[in-house]
């Protein structure tokens, strides 16, 4: 697969969220690499309320690790 | 997508908390951007005690990271 | 809402596993507000082993933070 | 709730990851206090496997709290 | 039960990721102590992709705090 | 078993990701050994939305470990 991580670092929480986000979608390309069979899933589990907390529930494993990496976007703090 | 999260910093826990539902919704909006459809999900899964509890899973984690983020709120704490 | 959650320091670890509890129950507050509602669904899931084990995981989430928060009820150790 | 947890401290990690099923199970106390509704519930969900996966993943989330309250019972380790 | 966890420290990750596999099963063996059920069970849960997804979700959780107590297995790092 | 894990670290964090699905991945094969099973099981899951999130949480789980071990990949930041 071509670099897609290059590092964990963002500018801010949005983009460390945001990358997250992607995090949690490229696991999900790593397992089904077809785009095609992963677009037809799209439609079904982005209207299904329990698909949706479940994928809010990779973000936020995710995003610890992104904030971690971050030191929390805390700068001099006493961590 | 404007911006929505300029740092994990909150005043109280409480506050700390409601950020971690917010965290929680976002990542809901971004997997489904439409306004429309996450309202018509709404009031079924909100009457859906597994549902419930597994929100409160992704709050709870991403509890977990503005907590740490906010140093327990503690001040000049050992850690 | 009123303030709920102004410190996550407890003096025994007890306390903490029951703040704990409170915190995973106040996102389900916070999810469906309508106490009426959460009232009915409560007689289906606490007798449901899996939700039982759900809320057990949820909480046990909680209390990570928590205990954390209490650098797990340890005086001077060498954390 | 008479006092059951005043330390997280354990000699062994054995006795840790006894107490993590003890932390494991008093949240399913707390939730459903009926000892009689909560025995009847044993014989099912512990004959499936899943809800026994369901149990060992809430263990293993109170075992990192144990071991972490216990400095994962390293002495004088560099941590 | 016979002493069965006396350290959390191994040699390699692999012995690392060996015990987190253990410490999985070790909460299975304390809820269902009768090895007979465990072994009915078996066949069916290691022929459920779900099921194994979810068994590798408990490893990776046990994996978390076995690599923590063997500090990643990283001799006189910075951390 | 053959040694497939004689290190946690990685010389990028794509390459950690990479670990992370790896480990989660032998779980399975710990828990399955008969790779003619695991191959039939595979067609059926990877064309699952809520299996492939639920790969995608173990993954994010043990990236969590792997990142902690590569010290998030910073060099001689403040951690």
Redesign the interface.
């Known amino acids: 697969?071509k670099?897609?991580?290059?590092?964990?670092?963002t500018n801010?929480?949005?983009e460390g969220?945001?990358l997250a986000?992607k995090?949690?979608?490229?696991?999900?390309v790593?397992?089904?690499p077809s785009e095609e069979?992963r677009k037809k899933?799209?439609p079904?589990?982005?209207?299904?309320?329990?698909?949706?907390?479940?994928?809010?529930?990779?973000?936020?494993?995710?995003?610890?690790?992104v904030?971690?990496?971050n030191?929390?976007?805390?700068k001099?703090?006493?961590?």
């Open positions: 697969m670099p897609w991580l290059t590092s964990l670092k801010t929480p949005q969220f945001e986000i995090l949690s979608q490229m696991a999900v790593y397992t089904q069979i899933l799209r079904k589990y982005s209207k299904n309320a329990n698909s949706l907390i479940s994928v809010s529930q990779v973000v936020a494993t995710n995003f610890q690790t904030a971690a990496a030191n929390y976007w805390n001099n703090d006493g961590l």
